[in-house]
């Protein structure tokens, strides 16, 4: 188990962040796709906003990855058009958690989800240089 910090911490903020990309990690048999890509967007997400904490932005309370990811270049931080990709995960935020998606998540999909979270926390940790514990 992970130390915990205050939320106002950006290491708390990445270790969730990690907490979330180690489940959406956990494929089995039992396990839709959709919640584990949904995982895969809130890693992306945390971790995003451990970058706001960190540069005392105001942390927006929203969940698409393109309007925070622009919210971070307005206050002066350049970011990789490779992390922007990530905003491909927005829709996990809401449209696959519940039941009702039209269309299974396929295992491409699911393989690029994991690996655009991975990559934008791999991305935050380096901005606010946080180590891995």
């Known amino acids: 188990m992970p130390v915990k910090f205050p939320s106002t911490d950006p290491r708390e903020w990445i270790q969730r962040a990690r907490s979330s990309l180690a489940i959406a990690r ?3 048999p039992e396990i839709y796709r959709e919640d584990l890509c949904y995982q895969a967007q809130q890693a992306a997400e945390k971790a995003i906003k451990a970058v706001f904490i960190a540069r ?3 942390l927006p309370h929203i969940h698409d990855l393109l309007d925070l990811f622009l ?3 307005k206050s002066g931080l ?4 490779a992390i922007k990709t990530a905003s491909r995960l927005t829709p996990f935020a ?13 295992e491409e999909e699911y393989t690029e989800a994991l ?3 991975e990559s934008v926390v791999h991305w935050a940790e380096n ?7």
């Not at 606010?128 to 514990?133: C, F, N």
Request: aromatic residues 8%; proline residues 11%.
């Open 26 to 28: 956990c494929q089995k």
């Open 56 to 58: 005392a932005l105001p």
């Open 94 to 106: 809401v449209h696959t958690r519940y039941p009702g998606f039209e269309f299974p998540v396929s």
């Open 78 to 81: 350049a970011i990789p058009d």
């Open 115 to 117: 690996a655009l979270a």
């Open 71 to 73: 919210r971070l270049e």
């Open 127 to 133: 901005v606010i240089q946080v180590k891995k514990s």
